[in-house]
């Protein structure tokens, strides 16, 4: 089975929000699985052993589907955008933008304001 991988910020886990974004997903791409990283059990706490195990995900996923929070993404999410290795997109709103580039526009914000996304 084909699978799409949701990344997004972690403040809007379990919010209207993320469940909006989920039916968004399931439209717009019926067929595939969408593995959230909300859902994921992790053996670990630690942050960095938790981003390898996204990273890995994300590389064998056939999209990756990434959000912004307050119009920017986290390091997180950049991360996981780097290591997609086949379709990706940004969810904006209702639209899924396939032509976009990620700029570093706070290095020192990890969690929120780390980089935007600018459509080509």
């Not at 809007?12 to 997903?25: A, H, I, M, Q, S």
């Not at 986290?74 to 990620?102: D, S, T, W």
Request: aromatic share 12%; charged share 35%.
């Amino acid at each position: 089975m084909k699978f799409l991988y949701y990344a997004h910020s972690k403040r809007t886990y379990g919010t209207r929000k993320e469940k909006k974004e989920l039916k968004l997903l399931r439209k717009q791409f019926p067929g595939y699985e969408i593995i959230n990283p909300r859902n994921l059990v992790f053996l670990s706490y630690d942050e960095n052993e938790i981003m390898k195990e996204c990273r890995s995900i994300v590389r064998q996923a056939a999209v990756v589907v990434a959000s912004e929070y307050d119009g920017h993404i986290g390091r997180g999410v950049f991360e996981e955008l780097l290591e997609a290795k086949r379709k990706k997109y940004l969810l904006r709103k209702k639209n899924f933008i396939e032509n976009f580039n990620i700029k570093i526009v706070n290095p020192d914000d990890w969690a929120i304001r780390y980089a935007k996304c600018e459509e080509e």
